[in-house]
């Protein structure tokens, strides 16, 4: 079925075991921070969209009540 396996041609890859502290590993909060930092610009302005979709929700959803 398959004519070559794909292991043979995998040479860095480790286990956890294998991996050390801090070596090729980011924790989730590393991350977050990234991708901030990187979106700095335009964080301002996500902020804003999500908290306009939040009022239309709420607004949306006392509206039935209103009427």
Do not use: C, W
């Amino acid at each position: 079925m398959f004519l070559k396996s794909s292991l043979p041609t995998v040479n860095n890859m480790r286990t956890k075991g294998q991996l050390k502290d801090g070596d090729d590993q980011m924790t989730i909060l590393r991350h977050i921070k990234e991708i901030a930092y990187r979106a700095e610009a335009t964080l301002f302005q996500d902020a804003m969209g999500a908290a306009a979709l939040v009022v239309m929700l709420v607004i949306g959803l006392h509206l039935p009540s209103l009427i």
